[in-house]
């Protein structure tokens, strides 16, 4: 879809908030908390960027708004963000949603650190009529905390705030605290909730995230445990499974994949429609369905179900057999928009 840039605001010294507005038509496509678009800038470098609106249940919004850290040492694409002005044209995709709230969970835990409340801004901005949910917030100071002010008032009574200006927050008391509050104490005999009824989610730079999930893992069921990343892990190949070639047969045909490229770079060299976007296994755009073979899964946005149902990413997944026969999959039922 095409979109225009209708304003740019500093929300900090370095994250702006960037406001689209379809181009051709009156809305967006509706989202649920937690989505992500995928941004293709004037250059066609695309990026993905959570949607951090407050969520609107009954109406399409007539905006997306982005909010974008620059990264000196990333790859462009954040300081090209940066630079695009009002009235600025750009690319932008349906919404996809990798990291859903749970409808079943009882009770919600978000952690979020720098860049990584983006997502979890319109997750609690949804659920604060609830009250049912408690958000930790790790930043370097206040003013380089994003969307700050718009949650203090929203939910100040469900928002804790750590700064490392201030007093340096140690984490692990900060998260074991609100896990055990969730749970109803550390007497089992006065939990008021179950582990699997609470589900914890949590995005920011990699060594937050694992620090934090090995917390929560100690309190609850890893299928509670929810993390979006913005980077991939270094993937170290398996000892039984290096990176060999291999035959993938998809729509009726086959094809040679060598060891140098991806399954996927394959396919769309074939002319077999495949979309991509990150094509570092995190954002989810190249979904395909395994029919046949026994895949190597090296993403970090599918769950180990997704796997067991046969959802595969070509641009960086690979096989553990010699062939995989993999379809395009014409609906992508797990996400929601």
Do not use: W
């Amino acid at each position: 879809m095409k979109a225009k840039v209708i304003s740019i605001q500093d929300e900090t010294p370095n994250i702006k908030l960037i406001t689209l507005a379809p181009l051709d038509q009156l809305n967006f496509p509706s989202f649920s908390a937690g989505a992500h678009v995928n941004l293709t800038l004037p250059s066609g470098l695309v990026r993905q960027y959570s949607i951090c609106n407050p969520v609107s249940e009954n109406t399409p919004p007539a905006s997306y708004r982005l909010a974008v850290k620059r990264e000196e040492d990333s790859r462009g694409g954040s300081i090209e963000a940066h630079n695009l002005v009002a009235g600025s044209v750009v690319d932008v995709s349906h919404p996809l949603n990798l990291f859903p709230l749970a409808d079943e969970a009882e009770f919600h835990i978000f952690i979020a650190a720098g860049i990584g409340i983006t997502p979890l801004f319109a997750m609690a901005a949804q659920l604060r009529d609830h009250h049912n949910f408690s958000l930790l917030y790790f930043s370097r100071s206040r003013t380089e905390a994003a969307l700050l002010e718009e949650l203090e008032a929203l939910i100040p009574d469900n928002l804790s705030c750590f700064f490392d200006d201030d007093t340096p927050p140690e984490l692990a008391p900060a998260i074991t605290q609100v896990l055990t509050n969730s749970l109803g104490g550390k007497d089992e005999a006065d939990q008021r909730r179950s582990p699997s009824s609470i589900h914890f989610y949590v995005c920011g730079p990699p060594g937050f995230m694992n620090a934090a999930i090995e917390i929560a893992q100690s309190y609850l069921p890893t299928s509670s445990i929810h993390f979006k990343l913005f980077q991939p892990p270094q993937h170290t190949p398996r000892a039984d499974a290096p990176d060999s070639a291999l035959t993938v047969e998809c729509d009726g045909e086959t094809f040679s994949v060598p060891a140098t490229h991806s399954i996927a770079e394959v396919l769309q060299d074939n002319d077999v429609p495949l979309l991509t976007s990150c094509e570092e296994g995190i954002c989810g755009t190249c979904i395909m369905q395994v029919l046949d073979g026994t895949p190597d899964h090296r993403d970090s946005c599918l769950t180990d179900e997704d796997h067991s149902t046969g959802l595969f990413t070509p641009c960086v997944s690979r096989a553990l057999s010699p062939e995989l026969t993999l379809a395009r999959r014409s609906k992508r039922t797990r996400y929601r928009p």
